[in-house]
Protein backbone atom coordinates (compact mmCIF):
# COMPACT_ATOMS: atom_id res chain seq x y z
CA UNK A 1 0.00 0.00 0.00
CA UNK A 2 1.33 3.23 -1.21
CA UNK A 3 0.41 6.27 1.25
CA UNK A 4 -0.40 9.87 0.29
CA UNK A 5 1.77 11.96 1.66
CA UNK A 6 -0.61 14.78 2.83
CA UNK A 7 -2.90 15.27 6.22
CA UNK A 8 -6.50 13.53 5.21
CA UNK A 9 -8.23 15.75 7.50
CA UNK A 10 -8.53 18.42 4.89
CA UNK A 11 -10.83 15.88 2.78
CA UNK A 12 -14.70 16.61 4.02
CA UNK A 13 -15.55 13.09 3.42
CA UNK A 14 -13.14 12.27 6.37
CA UNK A 15 -14.47 14.52 8.23
CA UNK A 16 -18.09 14.49 7.71
CA UNK A 17 -17.43 10.46 7.93
CA UNK A 18 -16.18 11.13 11.46
CA UNK A 19 -18.41 12.77 12.85
CA UNK A 20 -21.40 11.40 11.72
CA UNK A 21 -19.60 8.47 14.00
CA UNK A 22 -18.84 10.88 17.09
CA UNK A 23 -22.74 11.79 16.95
CA UNK A 24 -24.53 8.32 16.54
CA UNK A 25 -22.28 7.10 19.52
CA UNK A 26 -22.96 10.24 21.50
CA UNK A 27 -26.70 9.17 20.57
CA UNK A 28 -26.37 5.53 21.48
CA UNK A 29 -24.65 6.04 24.65
CA UNK A 30 -26.99 8.22 25.83
CA UNK A 31 -30.18 6.49 25.09
CA UNK A 32 -28.62 3.22 26.40
CA UNK A 33 -27.01 4.78 29.42
CA UNK A 34 -29.53 7.27 30.71
CA UNK A 35 -32.94 6.11 28.91
CA UNK A 36 -32.12 2.85 29.07
CA UNK A 37 -33.54 2.49 25.52
CA UNK A 38 -33.20 1.56 21.97
CA UNK A 39 -35.07 3.86 19.16
CA UNK A 40 -34.70 1.06 17.39
CA UNK A 41 -34.69 -2.73 17.77
CA UNK A 42 -31.79 -4.21 16.46
CA UNK A 43 -30.33 -4.70 14.07
CA UNK A 44 -32.37 -1.66 12.49
CA UNK A 45 -30.11 0.16 14.40
CA UNK A 46 -26.94 -0.60 13.30
CA UNK A 47 -28.24 -0.79 9.76
CA UNK A 48 -29.50 2.95 9.73
CA UNK A 49 -26.07 4.18 12.22
CA UNK A 50 -24.13 2.51 8.95
CA UNK A 51 -26.43 4.15 6.58
CA UNK A 52 -26.24 7.91 7.86
CA UNK A 53 -22.15 7.29 8.15
CA UNK A 54 -22.12 6.13 4.27
CA UNK A 55 -24.26 9.11 3.31
CA UNK A 56 -21.71 11.65 5.53
CA UNK A 57 -18.85 10.70 3.64
CA UNK A 58 -20.68 10.21 0.37
CA UNK A 59 -22.01 14.32 0.70
CA UNK A 60 -18.49 14.90 2.06
CA UNK A 61 -16.74 13.56 -1.20
CA UNK A 62 -19.12 14.91 -3.57
CA UNK A 63 -19.00 18.91 -1.84
CA UNK A 64 -16.62 20.56 -3.73
CA UNK A 65 -13.96 22.13 -1.92
CA UNK A 66 -12.29 24.59 -5.01
CA UNK A 67 -9.36 25.12 -2.42
CA UNK A 68 -7.94 21.76 -2.13
CA UNK A 69 -7.19 21.71 -5.66
CA UNK A 70 -3.78 21.41 -6.55
CA UNK A 71 -2.26 24.82 -8.59
CA UNK A 72 -1.55 23.61 -12.01
CA UNK A 73 1.55 22.94 -13.66
CA UNK A 74 2.49 25.11 -16.41
CA UNK A 75 5.19 25.71 -19.59
CA UNK A 76 7.04 28.65 -19.98
CA UNK A 77 7.60 28.63 -24.02
CA UNK A 78 10.10 32.04 -24.63
CA UNK A 79 11.51 33.26 -28.22
CA UNK A 80 14.97 34.55 -27.82
CA UNK A 81 16.37 38.20 -28.25
CA UNK A 82 14.04 40.67 -27.84
CA UNK A 83 11.86 43.29 -30.25
CA UNK A 84 15.13 45.81 -29.61
CA UNK A 85 17.91 43.09 -30.13
CA UNK A 86 17.42 41.25 -33.32
CA UNK A 87 19.50 38.43 -32.46
CA UNK A 88 21.60 36.85 -35.38
CA UNK A 89 20.55 38.59 -38.86
CA UNK A 90 20.78 36.91 -42.70
CA UNK A 91 19.91 40.01 -44.78
CA UNK A 92 16.73 41.24 -43.89
CA UNK A 93 15.77 37.99 -41.74
CA UNK A 94 16.09 38.55 -37.86
CA UNK A 95 16.41 35.29 -35.55
CA UNK A 96 14.40 37.13 -33.37
CA UNK A 97 11.44 37.99 -35.56
CA UNK A 98 11.94 33.82 -37.08
CA UNK A 99 11.96 32.50 -32.99
CA UNK A 100 8.60 34.87 -32.55
CA UNK A 101 6.86 33.10 -34.95
CA UNK A 102 8.26 29.56 -33.72
CA UNK A 103 6.98 30.30 -30.22
CA UNK A 104 3.64 31.56 -30.97
CA UNK A 105 3.49 27.81 -33.12
CA UNK A 106 4.64 25.99 -29.93
CA UNK A 107 2.53 28.31 -27.74
CA UNK A 108 -0.58 27.51 -30.40
CA UNK A 109 -0.15 23.44 -29.87
CA UNK A 110 0.34 23.50 -25.80
CA UNK A 111 -2.83 25.53 -25.14
CA UNK A 112 -4.87 23.12 -27.89
CA UNK A 113 -4.23 20.07 -25.87
CA UNK A 114 -5.15 21.89 -22.56
CA UNK A 115 -1.79 23.19 -20.96
CA UNK A 116 -1.08 26.49 -18.98
CA UNK A 117 1.73 28.19 -21.16
CA UNK A 118 2.96 31.85 -20.23
CA UNK A 119 5.35 33.28 -22.89
CA UNK A 120 7.23 36.42 -22.93
CA UNK A 121 4.83 38.00 -25.28
CA UNK A 122 1.74 37.45 -27.29
CA UNK A 123 1.89 38.48 -31.59
CA UNK A 124 5.10 40.08 -32.62
CA UNK A 125 5.48 41.22 -28.70
CA UNK A 126 9.14 39.63 -27.41
CA UNK A 127 10.33 40.70 -24.46
CA UNK A 128 13.86 40.41 -23.06
CA UNK A 129 15.80 37.72 -21.57
CA UNK A 130 15.59 39.45 -18.35
CA UNK A 131 11.56 38.89 -18.33
CA UNK A 132 11.89 35.59 -19.68
CA UNK A 133 14.30 34.32 -17.01
CA UNK A 134 11.68 35.28 -14.52
CA UNK A 135 8.84 33.35 -15.74
CA UNK A 136 11.14 29.80 -15.30
CA UNK A 137 10.03 29.79 -11.72
CA UNK A 138 7.42 27.82 -10.84
CA UNK A 139 6.96 26.17 -14.36
CA UNK A 140 7.75 22.66 -14.86
CA UNK A 141 9.43 23.22 -17.84
CA UNK A 142 11.13 25.95 -19.91
CA UNK A 143 11.84 26.41 -23.41
CA UNK A 144 13.68 29.02 -25.29
CA UNK A 145 13.92 29.39 -29.13
CA UNK A 146 16.97 30.91 -30.91
CA UNK A 147 18.50 30.23 -34.15
CA UNK A 148 22.40 29.68 -34.68
CA UNK A 149 24.99 31.41 -36.71
CA UNK A 150 28.52 30.99 -37.88
CA UNK A 151 31.04 32.71 -39.96
CA UNK A 152 31.13 29.45 -42.44
CA UNK A 153 28.04 28.94 -44.26
CA UNK A 154 27.93 25.21 -44.22
CA UNK A 155 27.42 25.26 -40.66
CA UNK A 156 24.37 23.44 -39.70
CA UNK A 157 22.58 21.44 -37.68
CA UNK A 158 19.77 21.45 -34.50
CA UNK A 159 20.93 21.40 -30.68
CA UNK A 160 19.33 22.04 -26.98
CA UNK A 161 21.57 23.51 -24.06
CA UNK A 162 20.26 22.35 -20.92
CA UNK A 163 21.63 21.24 -17.67
CA UNK A 164 22.11 16.96 -17.60
CA UNK A 165 19.36 16.53 -15.50
CA UNK A 166 17.10 17.64 -18.71
CA UNK A 167 19.64 15.55 -21.22
CA UNK A 168 16.75 13.35 -22.43
CA UNK A 169 14.08 16.21 -23.10
CA UNK A 170 16.85 18.41 -24.66
CA UNK A 171 17.58 15.24 -27.15
CA UNK A 172 14.07 14.47 -27.62
CA UNK A 173 13.44 18.16 -28.84
CA UNK A 174 16.10 18.69 -31.07
CA UNK A 175 15.26 15.33 -32.68
CA UNK A 176 11.43 16.40 -33.29
CA UNK A 177 12.66 19.44 -34.61
CA UNK A 178 15.59 18.21 -36.66
CA UNK A 179 13.22 15.58 -38.23
CA UNK A 180 10.32 17.86 -39.16
CA UNK A 181 13.12 20.25 -40.89
CA UNK A 182 15.58 17.56 -42.19
CA UNK A 183 18.59 19.02 -40.55
CA UNK A 184 20.91 17.23 -38.31
CA UNK A 185 21.76 16.77 -34.67
CA UNK A 186 24.81 18.44 -32.99
CA UNK A 187 26.25 17.80 -29.69
CA UNK A 188 25.47 14.71 -28.39
CA UNK A 189 22.65 13.40 -30.23
CA UNK A 190 20.75 16.62 -30.01
CA UNK A 191 21.86 17.89 -26.17
CA UNK A 192 25.20 20.56 -25.17
CA UNK A 193 25.79 20.98 -21.63
CA UNK A 194 25.74 23.88 -20.67
CA UNK A 195 29.03 23.87 -18.93
CA UNK A 196 30.60 22.71 -21.94
CA UNK A 197 28.39 25.42 -24.38
CA UNK A 198 30.96 27.71 -25.89
CA UNK A 199 28.40 30.80 -25.34
CA UNK A 200 29.50 30.06 -21.59
CA UNK A 201 26.63 29.88 -18.21
CA UNK A 202 23.57 31.12 -19.95
CA UNK A 203 21.11 32.65 -17.62
CA UNK A 204 17.71 31.02 -19.05
CA UNK A 205 19.48 27.33 -18.26
CA UNK A 206 20.82 28.34 -14.81
CA UNK A 207 17.26 29.16 -14.22
CA UNK A 208 16.40 25.58 -15.08
CA UNK A 209 14.86 26.26 -18.77
CA UNK A 210 15.91 24.72 -22.17
CA UNK A 211 17.64 26.94 -24.89
CA UNK A 212 16.56 25.22 -28.84
CA UNK A 213 18.82 26.35 -31.44
CA UNK A 214 16.70 25.59 -34.28
CA UNK A 215 19.04 25.77 -37.16
CA UNK A 216 21.67 28.27 -38.78
CA UNK A 217 20.36 31.55 -39.42
CA UNK A 218 23.66 31.87 -41.30
CA UNK A 219 22.72 28.56 -43.51
CA UNK A 220 20.37 29.82 -46.54
CA UNK A 221 19.56 25.88 -47.18
CA UNK A 222 18.68 25.11 -43.46
CA UNK A 223 17.04 28.80 -43.27
CA UNK A 224 14.86 27.98 -46.53
CA UNK A 225 13.37 24.66 -44.89
CA UNK A 226 13.25 26.50 -41.83
CA UNK A 227 10.55 29.03 -43.12
CA UNK A 228 9.22 26.22 -44.94
CA UNK A 229 8.40 23.78 -42.48
CA UNK A 230 8.41 25.55 -39.16
CA UNK A 231 4.68 24.93 -38.48
CA UNK A 232 5.44 21.28 -38.76
CA UNK A 233 8.67 21.59 -36.40
CA UNK A 234 7.32 23.39 -34.01
CA UNK A 235 4.14 21.01 -33.64
CA UNK A 236 6.60 18.34 -33.27
CA UNK A 237 8.79 20.28 -30.47
CA UNK A 238 5.21 20.50 -28.86
CA UNK A 239 4.33 17.12 -29.03
CA UNK A 240 7.76 16.16 -26.80
CA UNK A 241 6.17 18.93 -24.08
CA UNK A 242 3.22 17.18 -24.10
CA UNK A 243 4.12 14.11 -23.03
CA UNK A 244 6.78 15.37 -20.83
CA UNK A 245 4.06 17.61 -18.84
CA UNK A 246 1.80 14.04 -19.03
CA UNK A 247 4.39 11.76 -17.59
CA UNK A 248 5.99 14.23 -14.83
ZN1 LIG B 1 19.99 33.70 -30.22
Same mark, same amino acid.
Given at each position: ?55 ? #? ?9 ? @?? =?? /??? +???? *? ?77 ? #? ?9 ? @?? =?? /??? +???? *? ?68
Amino acid at each position: MKLINESVWKFDSVKYGAYMALFLSCIHLVLQEVYNANVLPEPYQTIVSLGLMFLA #VLIGRKKAQPN @LQ =QP /LGF +ATIT *AGHSNTDPGAVNGKVKEADLVVNFRNAVTHYLREAGLQVKTDGTGTKNDPLSAAVKLIQGSSVAVEFHMNAAASKQANG #VETIALPKDKK @LA =QD /LSK +AVAD *ALGSRLRGDNGWIDQSKSARGRLAYVNAGGLIVELGFISNEDELARFNARYWLAAKAAAKILIDYENCN
